[in-house]
T-cell receptor
Framework: DTAVSQTPKYLVTQMGNDKSIKCEQN?????MYWYKQDSKKFLKIMFS???????INETVPNRFSPKSPDKAHLNLHINSLELGDSAVYFC?????????????FGSGTQLSVL | AQTVTQSQPEMSVQEAETVTLSCTYD???????LFWYKQPPSRQMILVIR??????QNATENRFSVNFQKAAKSFSLKISDSQLGDTAMYFC?????????????FGTGTRLQVTL
């Protein structure tokens, strides 16, 4: 069973379109994240939700809107896609305040904006 | 703000040899965690090893060990008996332990190639 699953794995779209990436975790964790990995492989956090509440919101354009319908799901919606949005987006989860808290990552969604 | 620096963009090692990847970080915090993550060509981010800053003993996981020098703010990863499957990008990461969520700050990565 996949612990953190993201769909789709690949997403190719035109500039100006709106797209969503879905993420689900079956680990029973209460905290989920979105990270962005750019073309130089640099990873940076975008958002974090704890029990459906937004707790980390880095400097991300308003075109990016995360939504957490429940603590097992965290989706990322992107409006008016731009060329610079091309990247790999990783979902992750962890159990907040756990003694041995670790981040579990999904396999990533490669977004290509043409 | 915390920063993580990996000064070796690429490294190469022969199978069965030992290699050390460097990582330095900058923080004014005293309580934090350090991590090494591996990203093979499959793109999956895999936790290799984890170190709590309050522990003086260096963490080890099978062939992977760290050299944690808190005063020098250094956290290097040693891979012994390198295997072809160790070929990957390796990321050093840092997290403060103030009760906030796991906001990892990553280094820029080191691409490791294991050769025959």
């Amino acid at each position: 069973d996949t612990a953190v699953s993201q769909t789709p794995k690949y997403l190719v779209t035109q500039m100006g379109n709106d797209k969503s990436i879905k993420c689900e975790q079956n680990l029973g964790h209460d905290t989920m994240y979105w990270y962005k990995q750019d073309s130089k492989k640099f990873l940076k956090i975008m958002f974090s939700y704890n029990n459906k509440e937004l707790i980390i919101n880095e400097t991300v354009p308003n075109r990016f809107s995360p939504k957490s319908p429940d603590k097992a799901h965290l989706n990322l919606h992107i409006n008016s896609l731009e060329l610079g949005d091309s990247a790999v987006y990783f979902c992750a989860s962890s159990q907040f305040y756990a003694t041995n808290e670790k981040l579990f990552f999904g396999s990533g969604t490669q977004l290509s904006v043409l | 703000a915390q920063t993580v620096t990996q000064s070796q963009p690429e490294m190469s090692v022969q199978e069965a040899e030992t290699v050390t990847l460097s990582c330095t970080y900058d923080t004014s915090e005293s309580n934090y965690y350090l991590f090494w993550y591996k990203q093979p060509p499959s793109r999956q981010m895999i936790l290799v090893i984890r170190q709590e800053a309050y522990k003086q003993q260096n963490a080890t996981e099978n062939r992977f060990s760290v050299n944690f020098q808190k005063a020098a703010k250094s956290f290097s990863l040693k891979i012994s008996d390198s295997q072809l499957g160790d070929t990957a990008m390796y990321f050093c990461a840092f997290r403060i332990n103030t009760g906030t969520a796991s906001k990892l700050t990553f280094g820029t990565g080191t691409r490791l190639q294991v050769t025959l």
